[in-house]
């Protein structure tokens, strides 16, 4: 990827050398990092090398009369760079961000406009999200159907205490993991994964670890379903947690659009599951789950970049097969130092699903001693 911003603009720190470049020292850093407790390859998964990212975000920056793009710099003194370009963004995000900006000026919907969020699918349907500092009134709407219409996307309108759905605030995706195909979901302004190509090797990655296993599975941290629903293809029954009220409508949405009928979601913490599956608190939530009726014997967690905490890992470490996929290596490897004490590793990953930054995604299976 070349781009003109590479070494002012922050979103993209590592560019010396190309892509292949910044992933081997990425690589290079994951294997030193883990090198005490797994010896073995970390297989690496790579990204296409630009126009990978499905999900942006980017500032609003207003000079005199005009308004730009603008993205945080690399050198923490500045204020902003102004965009000109950005082949980080899927090709149907950089072809609407222009003429949208453009269209944006010419209809006056400039005023106290701070913020503007796309969230694409592979095929190109996008929504946009504006985002104000002042309340959007009817004359408002007004514009923003006529913009919705002009660039056949999606327009939400946020400010404080405020929400303007003009239509869906959601995309539908289409993914195909392991040669079969699958439809998700992905709404305006909730968690999914900005990498298509990179989460399809991830997700498709994590079913293998699973082959051949038997019994249920319990997933902590669900989302709306991006690990779930292809999980379900290769156990009996899953049960998914996850706390977040959007994520498990958008989860059992999916389930319903992928004719899945084994997964039970619930929504709450994964502290309070362990307290319910242990019998120390009961919840209305969990009235209408059998918990006797499964054989949960892996389980799979997608935790947030605090990674688990020491009581998590207690309760992780009571299954056979562990499956962890993590967003920060470093907790991931203290809390490895924890599940190593009870399980073995049998392989790890790497997904590049941020290039020409320092973020890497990892994924560890563990089996029982």
Not at 307 to 316: L, Q
Request: with cysteine; glycine share 6%; aromatic share 10%.
């Amino acid at each position: 990827m070349e781009c003109k911003h590479f070494g002012v603009c922050g979103s993209c720190r590592l560019h010396k050398g190309g892509y292949e470049a910044q992933h081997t020292k990425k690589t290079d850093d994951i294997v030193r990092l883990f090198d005490d407790i797994y010896k073995d390859e970390i297989t690496p998964f790579f990204s296409l090398d630009s126009h990978y990212r499905a999900r942006a975000e980017f500032k609003i920056w207003h000079i005199d009369d005009d308004i730009h793009y603008a993205m945080n710099p690399m050198d923490r003194g500045a204020k902003v760079v102004l965009i000109e370009e950005c082949p980080m963004v899927i090709k149907p995000i950089e072809e609407l961000m222009w003429p949208l900006l453009e269209s944006i000026k010419e209809m006056e919907m400039g005023f106290k406009l701070f913020g503007l969020d796309f969230l694409s699918s592979s095929e190109g349907e996008i929504a946009i999200s504006m985002l104000y500092h002042r309340r959007l009134d009817d004359a408002w709407q007004v514009q923003a159907n006529a913009l919705a219409k002009k660039h056949n996307i999606k327009v939400i309108g946020r400010s404080r205490k405020q929400k303007v759905v003009l239509g869906e605030d959601f995309v539908t995706e289409n993914l195909t993991i392991n040669t079969k195909p699958y439809i998700f979901r992905h709404i305006e302004n909730s968690f999914t994964q900005p990498n298509p190509r990179v989460n399809e090797k991830m997700v498709g990655w994590a079913l293998d670890q699973f082959d051949g296993i038997s019994g249920d599975l319990l997933e902590l941290y669900c989302g709306a379903g991006n690990f779930t629903i292809p999980f379900a293809t290769q156990f009996e029954k899953v049960l998914a947690t996850e706390i977040s009220k959007s994520s498990i409508n958008a989860a059992k949405k999916n389930m319903e659009l992928n004719n899945v009928k084994n997964i039970e979601f619930v929504r709450m913490s994964a502290e309070e599951f362990v307290q319910a599956l242990d019998g120390v608190r009961e919840f209305r939530r969990m009235k209408d789950i059998d918990l006797k009726s499964y054989v949960l014997t892996s389980i799979f967690v997608d935790p947030p970049r605090a990674g688990m905490d020491e009581e998590s890992c207690g309760f992780a470490s009571r299954f056979d097969h562990i499956l962890y996929i993590s967003c920060n290596p470093e907790t991931l490897k203290r809390d490895l130092e924890l599940l190593t004490k009870t399980h073995a590793i049998e392989a790890m990953a790497s997904f590049d699903q941020f290039p020409y930054t320092t973020h890497t995604e990892m994924g560890v299976k563990l089996k029982k001693f």
